[in-house]
């Protein structure tokens, strides 16, 4: 099983730009497809992004679309987050999870098998 750990939050204006990096221990990362959630103060952490195991597939929700875009580097065992146009409602806790389900397109949390820390995002106004 795969750890996690994220990195690259940090506090931005707002129209800024944060780039999230989620690195993987382990030699089985290529098997996991791989996710990215968010959890705002008082409220249900929420599906973000999610990308193949190959990384040739992605999916957002749809208030991410056009701004943030998911790839991931398996040589490096790494996911990313690169984050355009912050808004500060994005203001959150990242988290990586992995997730080895027969299908790659997870956006249900409880599917998840491995979570990273989190980093914190605070965009300001």
């Known amino acids: 099983q795969v750890q996690l750990v994220e990195s690259g939050g940090g506090l931005v204006q707002a129209g800024g730009s944060l780039r999230l990096s989620c690195a993987a221990s382990g030699r089985t990362f290529s098997s996991y497809a791989m996710g990215w959630f968010r959890q705002a103060p008082g409220k249900d952490r929420e599906f973000v992004a999610v990308?193949?195991?190959?990384?040739?597939?992605?999916s957002y929700a749809d208030s991410m679309k056009g701004r943030f875009t998911i790839s991931r580097d398996n040589a490096k065992n790494t996911v990313y987050l690169q984050m355009n146009s912050l808004k500060p409602e994005d203001t959150a806790v990242y988290y990586c999870a992995a997730q080895r389900s027969t299908s790659w397109s997870v956006t249900s949390i409880t599917r998840y098998d491995v979570w990273g820390q989190g980093t914190q995002v605070t965009v300001s106004s």
């Open positions: 990308i193949s195991w190959s990384g040739g597939s992605t």
